[in-house]
């Protein structure tokens, strides 16, 4: 429909979402998002491998039905396998918490089971750590190694807390575990981390080490004490985070402080270098205040990315990161936080001012103004380069449509953040699209990219449909949510070449538009004859690209023979899952005459529509002797969407290092990379190029022609600014209710009637016009809420 509108007021809504402060902000499920289940009912915990493809988690096991087993899931194959078979003559138990390694090759549980008969004495409290290698790496399944030995006997240690789970680096040869102290300390309940190399003998004294910073006596102060837990390995096993109610960052650690004696001392998140021979500066305190100080509330859940560069945790800390809170009732509900230890990327780590630590379970203001998330989040898990961190949250501020809670305590709405751009992304979309899924999600896991996201949730009828096989009898389910990264290269011309020289070098850039990373693996071109600076190319560098960053690929031409030579460029991933992109790169053997200054340009963002400001190039004459501009021709992707606005080239005779110019003006026709190639010509054939790209963006906003309207009234709502010929849905963003459709026209432009409920919660309400595609805008209005003795009585529709 077209909203037309003649001598009315309209009253333009307003978002707490701040576009211009976070201009990455994504609000929908990303297109091309596609939701997999993984397990059966009942399964849960899932961890996956770094490239996504490998899923273990545990369920109800298929040997002994009333136990819980764990299972590896290949997503490649479709095969899922059982690790936890009871072998003959063992006493049954429960297998749960795996947690696969990076390269997929190791998975490590916490088990009752003695799978090792000979150290394993299979009596009394009998938790235990193993380890087993899979068969795609030569392993054996039922093949399983005892890891949590007593540093004294090497027997099993029998005592491990099956809450608090394992961490292993990526190449499954360090494992970091939580476990009693009680042998140091007579303290019940008194916790430390031990990190164990199994690459090292059981007999090598150096196989099992206690981490750093727990101190050397017993607690002393008046508060109560945990000690260390919940260990979180880097990829490459360098770094190891943990939480410790002790002061495990000072020269010699001490125990810490609360909030209230008697009570318990307030936890903090450290790291510890592994590699740092001086162990007066092996360990950092991460959960620090801005003047340098441990938070007042504590924090937890640290999650490191492969390099231990990035750190993400929780703490209810309300003066960690400025921010807007809601009023804190006794204590503030938990927030997530991201720590960059290396914000030059230089590579070393913690120099002086040049960390950051942000919350990212937040939105922005239109004041700019940080508000914190209004109800809790945790359980974050990070990408291997640190860009993306997922978590479950209970807030209902973090995104413009709600999403109905439900399930356990744990439970909740599961969001990706972009730690860059703040930028906030649900994962868990219903079937149809659109509507939130059901906020019972917990225990996320993410791929190295962030592009495969695994999760267990009692909503998976939801996420994947109304007939899920193995769902009969509902209750949780490991599901899998995967998201590639639109990826852009602009086609390029090197223009005219001396045939037998090699021209000057280009540079033509892969763009990921996000909302996962992108890990080029492969650079090939089609012709011999455009060879790639394989040392300077970025692309080459084995450097993860992440949402809204690039890489490079730079490369010349050397023809020869006169013509024009085109070849087909590729940067494409490795292995399960990659992702590649293509493009045409072209030249031509002869004699150069003209050159363009510059020879490409990123003219930005455009509304889709409106046209940019223009963009003057400089046309040189570089040969000796006189020639003529005789064609402009615009090529490449996107042909509509950039246009020669100026012209002062045309049938111009240019002396040598003579100049024209012409320019170039953008109009997006879609909202997403747009790219196209310029050609300048002699009449003789010779020509120079010009690289073009943009960025095209719908600015959808919501109107009322009203700033209330009765519950049991109507409410017209105008849309402006979506994508035209869409599909528009219609709702309360902040509550239950149903929804309505509509269809923009060819302007983008719709208006919908929506029906207000009698009994429609009354007060300011947010109104969400929500396209197919992903984008989203809300605006306010006032419903005044109806005597609810009055509902049911004729004139309500019920009488």
Not at 191 to 211: C, G, K, N, W, Y
Not at 287 to 296: A, M, N, R, V, W
Not at 688 to 712: C, H, K, N, R, Y
Request: hydrophobic share 40%; aromatic share 6%.
């Amino acid at each position: 429909m077209v909203a037309t509108v003649l001598g009315a007021s309209l009253v333009v809504g307003t978002s707490a979402f701040n576009v211009d402060a976070r201009p990455d902000i994504s609000l929908q499920q990303a297109a091309g998002s596609a939701a997999d289940g993984v397990g059966g009912t009942g399964s849960a915990a899932p961890t996956v491998s770094a490239d996504g493809r490998y899923v273990a988690y545990h369920g109800p096991s298929g040997s002994t039905p009333e136990t819980t087993g764990v299972f590896v899931h290949d997503r490649d194959l479709g095969e899922v396998t059982e690790l936890t078979a009871v072998p003959d003559g063992l006493r049954a138990g429960h297998t749960i918490t795996p947690v696969i390694s990076g390269d997929g090759c190791s998975v490590v549980v916490v088990t009752e089971i003695a799978f090792d008969v000979f150290r394993d004495d299979d009596t009394g409290d009998r938790w235990d750590l193993y380890r087993s290698r899979l068969p795609h790496c030569d392993g054996v399944i039922g093949d399983w190694e005892l890891v949590s030995t007593d540093p004294d006997t090497g027997l099993a240690r029998d005592d491990l807390d099956p809450g608090d789970r394992p961490t292993i680096s990526a190449s499954g040869t360090l494992i970091a575990f939580t476990h009693p102290v009680d042998h140091l300390f007579d303290v019940e309940a008194l916790r430390a981390v031990s990190v164990v190399d199994l690459e090292l003998l059981i007999t090598d004294p150096l196989r099992t080490q206690l981490a750093a910073g727990f101190p050397v006596v017993a607690p002393n102060t008046t508060y109560t004490h945990q000690g260390m837990d919940q260990p979180a390995l880097s990829g490459d096993g360098r770094y190891l985070a943990f939480r410790s109610d002790a002061t495990s960052a000072d020269a010699v650690a001490g125990w810490g402080t609360g909030q209230v004696a008697g009570g318990p001392a307030s936890p903090q998140v450290f790291i510890w270098d592994r590699n740092e021979p001086d162990p007066f500066a092996a360990v950092r305190l991460v959960s620090k205040l801005p003047d340098g100080s441990p938070t007042t509330a504590g924090a937890g859940s640290p999650v490191l990315s492969r390099t231990g560069a990035a750190v993400a945790f929780t703490s209810a800390d309300p003066v960690l990161v400025p921010a807007e809170f809601v009023v804190c009732d006794g204590a503030c509900p938990t927030q997530v936080f991201h720590y960059d230890r290396d914000i030059d990327g230089n590579g070393r780590l913690d120099e002086p001012d040049r960390t950051a630590l942000t919350m990212l379970s937040a939105v922005a203001r239109d004041d700019g103004v940080l508000v914190a998330g209004a109800a809790p989040s945790s359980q974050p898990a990070i990408s291997a380069d640190g860009h993306l961190v997922a978590f479950v949250t209970k807030a209902t501020n973090l995104q413009l449509i709600r999403a109905a809670g439900g399930g356990e305590a744990t439970d909740g709405d599961l969001l990706v953040a972009d730690a860059a751009s703040g930028a906030l992304r649900r994962v868990t979309v219903s079937n149809d699209g659109v509507r939130p899924a059901l906020g019972a999600h917990s225990s996320p896991a993410v791929s190295e990219t962030g592009r495969s996201i695994v999760f267990d949730t009692l909503a998976a009828s939801d996420l994947l449909g109304d007939s899920v096989p193995g769902d009969d009898v509902g209750g949780r389910r490991v599901v899998s949510v995967s998201t590639p990264p639109r990826l852009s290269l602009a086609d390029a011309d090197l223009g005219t070449t001396v045939v037998g020289l090699e021209s000057d070098e280009w540079y033509v850039a892969v763009i990921n538009e996000g909302p996962s990373s992108f890990n080029p693996f492969l650079v090939e071109v089609s012709d011999s004859r455009f060879r790639i600076n394989r040392d300077d190319s970025t692309c080459t560098a084995a450097l993860s690209v992440p949402p809204g960053g690039d890489c490079t690929v730079l490369v010349t031409f050397v023809p020869t023979t006169p013509g024009v030579v085109s070849a087909e460029l590729t940067v494409a991933e490795g292995g399960f899952g990659a992702v590649s992109v293509t493009s045409t790169i072209s030249g031509r053997g002869g004699e150069p005459a003209l050159l363009a200054d510059p020879a490409g340009a990123d003219l930005g963002s455009a509304v889709v529509g409106a046209p940019s400001a223009e963009f003057l190039v400089d046309i040189e004459n570089i040969g000796i002797a006189p020639t003529t501009v005789a064609d402009v021709r615009i090529g490449g992707a996107h042909v509509d969407d950039f246009a020669v606005t100026t012209n002062n080239c045309a049938d111009r005779a240019l002396n040598p290092r003579a100049t024209c110019s012409i320019g170039i003006t953008f109009t997006p026709t879609a909202d997403s990379r747009r790219t196209a190639l310029v050609d300048v010509a002699t009449a003789a054939g010779q020509f120079t190029s010009i690289v073009l790209a943009g960025d095209g963006q719908f600015v959808p906003e919501v109107l009322f022609f009203t700033e209330e309207v009765d519950a049991g009234g109507e409410l017209l709502a105008v849309g402006t600014g979506y994508p035209p010929n869409t599909e528009v849905t219609v709702t309360f963003g902040d509550g239950p209710g149903e929804s309505v459709t509509g269809v923009t026209d060819e302007l983008g432009n719709v208006s919908v009637e929506l029906l207000i409920p009698p009994d429609e919660r009354g007060g300011q309400r947010s109104i969400v016009v929500q396209a197919d595609d992903g984008n989203i805008a809300a605006a306010d209005v006032a419903v005044v809420e109806q005597d609810q003795t009055m509902i049911g009585m004729p004139g309500f529709g019920l009488g």
